[in-house]
């Protein structure tokens, strides 16, 4: 049994033909391989050390129709103890992005702020660090809808 192309399996359940037992087999194997479902991201990494403007995600625009980031920036060091959390809800048509951004939140006054840009077809999400508190971590988790 293995995975195969999506149109082979369709047209193997389509002939009018009893599906055979390898055929389920097939189709559970091919189904099981992710696609992502809208849930991709970076929520394991730690980003250290952002000093100046810094792209921490970038997506192809032409692949999502709803991006939703949740986003953190800490500095914890030199007896700091600063975070921001902000979540950010994108809508992305054909030549736009419209970005509405809520929950945000924060402990200690302005670490830095978030900003979503399209350049071209990439879709980047950045860090800006407030230089007098510089450098900071970042975190994100994404998941979308795709178009």
Request: proline fraction near 3%; charge should be negative.
């Amino acid at each position: 049994m293995a995975k195969i192309t999506l149109s082979d399996l369709k047209s193997k359940f389509e002939s009018g033909d009893r599906p055979t037992g390898a055929d389920y087999i097939d189709l559970i194997e091919t189904l099981s391989e992710s696609k992502g479902l809208g849930s991709e991201g970076n929520n394991e990494l730690s980003i250290s050390g952002i000093e100046n403007t810094t792209i921490i995600d970038s997506v192809k625009v032409s692949d999502w129709r709803l991006i939703k980031y949740i986003v953190s920036i800490a500095k914890t060091t030199s007896g700091d103890n600063k975070f921001y959390v902000t979540e950010l809800s994108i809508l992305i048509d054909k030549d736009n992005i419209n970005i509405s951004e809520f929950g945000i939140i924060d402990n200690d006054g302005d670490i830095g702020t978030v900003d979503v840009s399209r350049v071209g077809d990439d879709l980047n999400l950045s860090i800006i660090p407030n230089p007098a508190v510089k450098p900071v971590t970042a975190r994100f988790a994404r998941m979308g809808l795709r178009a």
